[in-house]
Nanobody, 127 residues
């Protein structure tokens, strides 16, 4: 599985940005997709997750109500719609994929649950 992110850049506080992650190499319906982020000198942290086959999406508490994970089957793409961004959202955002057997719900926030990672795209929120 290959994952390629795009869409990062400079955005002002309160603005919006949409990140994209294109997947190839395996049927998208087999994948559980997630976004993580890593700020300078901080550990990588979970942002959002959803299974391609459906079901609920899960979010890190600080992004609930502001970020939305969206899938597009026709384009093999998962998006992260970021609204009302804050300075603390500044980070490299990485796309990750989990293959069957998928991690259980209680484990979707763990880095170790994911088999494939993209290179990341930088989001810089200016105040």
């Amino acid at each position: 599985v290959q994952l390629v992110e795009s869409g990062g850049g400079l955005v002002q506080v309160g603005g919006s940005l949409r990140l994209s992650c294109i997947s190839s190499g395996r049927a998208f319906r087999d994948l559980s997709m997630a976004w993580f982020r890593q700020a300078p000198e901080k550990e990588r942290e979970f942002v959002a997750q959803m299974r391609w086959s459906g079901g609920p999406a899960y979010y890190e508490d600080s992004v609930k109500g502001r970020f939305t994970i969206i899938r597009d089957s026709a384009k093999n793409t998962v998006y992260l719609q970021m609204n009302n961004v804050k300075p603390e959202d500044t980070a490299v955002y990485l796309c990750a994929a989990d293959t069957p057997p998928w991690a259980i719900v209680s484990s979707v926030r763990r880095i170790s649950s994911y088999d494939y990672w993209g290179q990341g795209t930088l989001v810089n929120v200016s105040s």
